[in-house]
């Protein structure tokens, strides 16, 4: 099975919202090492559009020391005005025709399908089974599904050809933008509306009799959707995480990078996220082994006797060498002043045995 980096990672949907708070690249950088992610998720593609002028960015999130995921949001024909829907032509096959070639050209270590309401009305199954033939298949990297967090609530969406058509999704990054935990509330937060997503995902892979999916809840971090300012509190963050970590999930995300600078409240929640050390730093990977010592065995039948040149030590005795190709010849020097014995041995390559002298 694919899987992802481990720990804590983050969205990013655009520059801009930073370049409005005054925030330069140099400043992304900054904010992405403060917060010790592991993966920053950047909007490559909108529908069919592709974005451009994405290299700075790129650079500067890899120069704190983040790797680079994608994400694109598929609309696949559907687009919504007005409380209605219509159709717009637009196919899953153009859609992904974008996604390969941000894959191509930014080489994320993954990509995240955000597919919404536009995924519950009109022949979605066949949308979703459409997308998916056209992108799985296609890309050595994870691929994971980025939507709603009770599919319980959402059955109209086209959770199992997500999971299944094409090979299915990789890993399962659903949207747990949690309402605001009070006294009067306590099914609401962080821990028991993340508990509660995990729980009914898994449901669904048992009932289609198929393995569980690696679970990266996305974090509430803006401000919004009923949490008004100051937003979710930096406990919030703190216990979102510590469940994660407590449940042995394999990380979280956190939606977003942009809210953390342009919310209010951002820099307490940014300061909780930076302070959770998920675990271990992943160790790069070890250096490739150096050369070992080549074992060989000589047969006595198959040793060809020669004589070597004299040395300091006196004269070489050939003990052998092997059969035809890889010819392996060692030479007994005999003892030097200080007791030890030494060898030579050499290897060449002989297309014939013949005589040895």
Known sequence: MKT????????FWDFTNFQVHGVSHAGLTSLIRRLGVSVVAIKMA??????????RTVEAILEAGAQIAGWQYYFSGVRFSNGGWYKTGVT??????????????????????????EYKVW???RRMSELMQALKPNVTIPVGLSTYRFPDVHREFPFKEAFTVGGGVDFNMPQVYWNKPSATTPSYGPIPESNKSFEQYEALYKSWAIPSLPF????????????????????EMTDFLTNAKARSWLGVSFWSADALVGHPGGKERTE???????????????????????KFTISVDQCNLRSQ????????????????????????????????????IQGYVREDMGNAG
Do not use: C
Not at 92 to 117: H, N, T
Not at 277 to 282: L, M
Not at 320 to 333: L, P, T
């Open 272 to 294: 909780a996220i930076a302070a959770f050390a998920w675990g271990t730093p992943i160790p790069p990977p070890p250096p490739p082994p150096s050369p070992q010592p080549t």
């Open 92 to 117: 899953p096959e153009q859609e992904v025709e974008a996604s390969l070639g941000m894959i191509e050209m930014y080489k994320p270590v993954y990509w995240l399908i955000d597919a919404e309401r």
């Open 216 to 235: 990266y809840p996305t974090g509430r971090a803006y401000v919004g959707d009923a949490f008004a300012s100051p937003g979710p509190t930096a406990k």
């Open 46 to 55: 909108n529908g069919y559009l592709p974005y451009t002028n994405l290299q």
């Open 4 to 11: 992802i980096p481990p720990g804590k990672h983050i969205y």
């Open 309 to 344: 040149p004299s040395t300091a030590l006196g004269a070489a005795t050939v003990i052998g060498y092997g059969k035809k190709g890889g010819v392996w010849e060692i030479a007994d020097y005999g003892m030097d002043a200080n007791g030890k014995r030494w060898y030579k």
């Open 123 to 125: 022949e979605q199954q």
